[in-house]
């Protein structure tokens, strides 16, 4: 055992702790970057509006090239990812090897790609591309490492995964999708120490439930807080309960120690009628008070030293989006880059 230092020494370090730097101990914030519209600028000017207003991280919905070329040594870190119409291919070996030279080898390195996410909400795809998830995901998997590529494989999962979502202590995966996928998902993700990517939507929550939700637990300003029965502890909103019915719906199958990262969550500007909550101040107001949330540092109840990582939806409103008036309203920005509200994206803007 060595020595302890001389008393000096302690009183030394005792009187520059104050001046030492502290390493910033927050989440990251990204964005969704979709494109299903005939309005939006061109990627090149997309990515200076990125750089502009502090944004480092985003997410693709593909691999298209004209998007990947404009993010070149930009120092901008992206997911990417393989279309759900892929997946039955992609459970072929020789199809990812091809995918990965032609979509992702021709990038790297002057492009950063952080990680590949396989399909999206594949469980709720009509198309019943289930089962050929783990088996691409393995596949992709190896083809990268063929290339001594070191990126993260997964897919963003609902929480519609979920059996039960309340309280969060009890969350549950839908028994009838453990054993075929749930479990050999997570295996993966722990084998390759990747994470699982959810896609979290108090919104959604709260416009079927405006009689028992609290509008303000779903925009991060319910200061009472609501208590789980079983644990005890108190939740201050709805997206932290939500993450953790899925913590804890992975802790009922022992996979306690894979990583999360929000890759969807947002508020929309704009709703029909019957779509209770959709408008510009609560958008604001829960995309505001989750990056304040996020950059604050910390994480959920159940897992507080694990700080929260999101991607927002998302960067512009998609106006070829089908279905009700929401789903073309969660965008940050208008296609000419105007704020369709002014929330901060970033630590410099916070303050």
Same mark, same amino acid.
């Given at each position: ?50 750089? *502009? ?11 298209? @090239?004209?998007? /990947?070329? $404009? =993010?070149? !040594? +930009? ?67 190896? *083809? ?11 897919? @963003?999962?609902? /929480?519609? $995964? =979920?059996? !039960? +979502? ?85 802790? $009922? =199958? ?98």
């Amino acid at each position: 055992m060595a020595p302890p230092p001389p008393p000096y020494i302690i009183t030394l370090l005792l009187l520059l702790l104050p001046f030492l730097p502290v390493a910033f101990s927050g989440g990251t914030i990204g964005l969704n970057y979709g494109r299903i519209a005939d309005n939006l600028p061109h990627p090149t000017q997309v990515i200076q509006l990125l750089i *502009s207003n502090g944004i480092t991280r985003i997410k693709l919905f593909d691999t298209d @090239p004209t998007v /990947l070329n $404009a =993010l070149s !040594n +930009s120092n901008i870190s992206i997911i990417v990812a393989l279309p759900n119409h892929h997946l039955p291919s992609a459970a072929n070996q020789t199809f990812t090897d091809t995918w990965v030279q032609s979509n992702i080898l021709p990038y790297i390195p002057t492009t950063t790609i952080h990680a590949i996410a396989l399909g999206n909400e594949v469980f709720t795809d009509p198309n019943n591309t289930t089962q050929f998830l783990v088996p691409a995901m393995k596949n992709i998997h190896a *083809s990268l490492i063929k290339h001594n590529l070191t990126i993260k494989v997964s897919s @963003p999962v609902a /929480l519609s $995964a =979920l059996d !039960n +979502s309340y309280p969060s202590s009890a969350g549950s995966f839908k028994p009838e999708m453990i054993d075929p996928v749930i479990k050999l998902m997570l295996t993966f993700l722990r084998d390759t120490e990747s994470y699982i990517m959810v896609n979290a939507y108090p919104y959604f929550a709260y416009q079927v439930n405006t009689n028992t939700i609290p509008l303000d637990y779903a925009l991060f300003r319910y200061g009472a807080g609501v208590t789980d029965p079983n644990t005890g502890m108190v939740y201050e909103s709805l997206l932290d309960a939500q993450l953790d019915a899925v913590n804890s719906a992975m802790s $009922a =199958l022992q996979f306690d120690d894979i990583k999360m990262v929000v890759t969807e969550t947002g508020w929309p500007s704009v709703g029909d009628l019957n779509e209770s909550g959709a408008g510009a101040d609560n958008a604001a107001q829960y995309n505001g008070n989750l990056v304040r949330r996020v950059v604050a540092g910390g994480g959920t109840p159940l897992r507080p030293n694990d700080p929260l990582n999101v991607y927002l939806f998302a960067l512009f409103n998609e106006n070829l989006k089908p279905g009700p008036t929401s789903e073309r309203n969660y965008g940050l920005f208008y296609p000419d880059g105007q704020k369709v509200y002014d929330v901060p994206l970033s630590v410099t803007a916070l303050n």
